[in-house]
C-alpha cells in the first residue's frame, strides 16, 4: 500500500494568514476570539466570534475575477496557492491530470445567501441579487476556484459533512491516492459563515459561549464560530521522492465513524470507533500516541463525551497523552476546523510542541485529561492524532506521524 506524505502547507486564518504567523501564534498562545457587530433595527447585536483580518483576495487573483467569489472560496484559494508554492510543483498536463483538488466545507457561500437575502427583502421584488449568485454559494464552488487558478485538471469534487467535512475530504484523498486513482492533491477545509443570520442559527441551539472559548475547563460556556482556511498538498511518497520534495510529515491512517443515534447529541459509542479504526488503518496502538489535537468544542456535553470516548479507544493511555483543543485560538470552523486543527498537529509532529488549550480557567472531573493548558508543553511527538465530530453524528479521526523514509 502507498505510503502518503504532505509536502505543502496553506493557511489563511484567525491567527496567521501565513504558516509562520500561525505558528508563532498558536505555540505562543495568542488567540484571535473577538467581538463582530452587526446593526439590526437601530442596535448594534454583539457576537464573539472568530474572524480572519488582513487577508487580501485581490493580493492572490485577479481583482475581476475575485469579485465572483463568495469570502469562503477566496479564503480557499489563498490557502491552496500558499501551499502550493510551498510544495514547489511545477505541473505539465499529464502531470496536473494527476491532480486532484477536494475540499471540505460545511455550508458554502453564506455571505453570499445573506447579502442576497437583505437585498431582496430592502428592495423588494425589484431588487436584484448578483448575477454570480448561484456559483458564488454553491458548497462546490472553492473546490472549482482552486482547480482553475491552480490549473488542476484531475479529479475535483467537494465534501459536505457539517464539523468533520475537512477530515472526511482528507481521508477520502488518501485512499485515493492508495488506490492509485491519482499521484497527488490539493486538500483541506474552508469555511466563512460570520453572518448575522447564522450566528444566530447558532445562538438558538444555545450552544454559544458570551465570551470565550474555553475547552475542557470548568465552567466553560459554549463554542465560538470561527472562520478560515487550511490546505495541503498530498502526495504518494513514490511521486514526492521522484521530485525530490521535502516532506512535512506522513499522513499515517484515518478512520471514520457514524453514530446513527442523534442530530445533534454526540456519542461516545461513535467517536471512540473513528478513533479505533483510525489506529487499526495507520497500524498504531495506543502507546504509539503521543498528542491528540482534539473536536474540543468547549461544549459542556462535547468535552465530557470526546474525554469518555478517548479512554474507551486508548484505555489507560488515554489520561497520559497531552490533548489540546486549538479552538480555544481560532474559534469553531465548521467545516475548515478539521483543516486549521490538522495544520496544528502536523506542526506539533514538525517541532515536538502541544500546543496549548488557553482560556483554561480550573479543571474539569469529567474531563481528567492532561489538556495542555494555557502554555504549550514540548515533548517528543512521533505520532499525532486529530479528531473531528460532527453534528449528525459523523465522526473522523486521522493520524500523522513524523516522516522516517
Known amino acids: 500500500m502507498q505510503r502518503i506524505v504532505i509536502t505543502g502547507l496553506g493557511v489563511v486564518s484567525p491567527i496567521g494568514n501565513t504558516v509562520e504567523a500561525y505558528k508563532s501564534n498558536l505555540f505562543e498562545g495568542r488567540g484571535g476570539i473577538g467581538f463582530l457587530s452587526f446593526p439590526f433595527r437601530g442596535q448594534d447585536v454583539l457576537f464573539p466570534a472568530a474572524e480572519v483580518k488582513g487577508f487580501r483576495i485581490e493580493d492572490v487573483i485577479e481583482p475581476k475575477k475575485a469579485a465572483l467569489l463568495d469570502r469562503f472560496s477566496q479564503l480557499a484559494v489563498g490557502a491552496a496557492r500558499q501551499a502550493f508554492v510551498d510544495s514547489g510543483l511545477t505541473l505539465n498536463s499529464e502531470e496536473a491530470e494527476r491532480t486532484a483538488t477536494i475540499i471540505g466545507t460545511g455550508v458554502g457561500g453564506q455571505n453570499t445567501l445573506e447579502d442576497s437575502y437583505h437585498k431582496l427583502l430592502d428592495e423588494g421584488s425589484s431588487g436584484r441579487v448578483h448575477p454570480f449568485t448561484i456559483p458564488r454559494l454553491m458548497v462546490n464552488a472553492a473546490a472549482s476556484h482552486i482547480s482553475m487558478t491552480l490549473g488542476l485538471t484531475g479529479p475535483g469534487f467537494t465534501v459536505a459533512s ?17 488506490s492509485g486513482l491519482f499521484d497527488r492533491a490539493i486538500t483541506g477545509g474552508a469555511e466563512s459563515c460570520l453572518t448575522f443570520g447564522t450566528l444566530k442559527g447558532w445562538e438558538a441551539l444555545r450552544v454559544m459561549s458570551p465570551d470565550t472559548c474555553r475547552p475542557f475547563s470548568l465552567g466553560r460556556a459554549g463554542m465560538v464560530i470561527g472562520e478560515g482556511a487550511a490546505m495541503f498538498v498530498l502526495e504518494t ?8 520534495a521535502k516532506i512535512y510529515a506522513e499522513f499515517a491512517g484515518f478512520g471514520m465513524s457514524s453514530d446513527a443515534k442523534d442530530i445533534t447529541t454526540p456519542d461516545v459509542g461513535g467517536a471512540s470507533r473513528a478513533v479505533a479504526n483510525c489506529l487499526r488503518d495507520a497500524g498504531l496502538s495506543p502507546n504509539d500516541i503521543d498528542y491528540i489535537n482534539a473536536h474540543g468544542t468547549g461544549t459542556r456535553i462535547n468535552d465530557v463525551t470526546e474525554t469518555a470516548a478517548l479512554k474507551v ?7 497520559k497523552i497531552p490533548v489540546s483543543s486549538s479552538k480555544s485560538l481560532f474559534g469553531h470552523a465548521l467545516g475548515a476546523a478539521g483543516a486549521l486543527e490538522m495544520l496544528a498537529t502536523i506542526l506539533a509532529v514538525r517541532e515536538n510542541v502541544a500546543p496549548p488549550t488557553i482560556n483554561y480557567q480550573e479543571p474539569d472531573p469529567e474531563c481528567d485529561i492532561d489538556c495542555v493548558p494555557n502554555q504549550a508543553k514540548p515533548i517528543n511527538i512521533d505520532v499525532a492524532l486529530n479528531n473531528s465530530f460532527a453534528f449528525g453524528g459523523l465522526n473522523a479521526s486521522v493520524a500523522v506521524r513524523k516522516y522516517k523514509g
Open 313 to 319: 479507544a486508548l484505555g489507560e493511555r488515554a489520561t
Open 162 to 178: 457539517a464539523c468533520a467535512s475537512a477530515i472526511h475530504a482528507m481521508g477520502v484523498t488518501v485512499s485515493m491516492l492508495r
Open 237 to 244: 511518497e513514490e511521486a514526492a521522492k521522484k521530485r525530490g
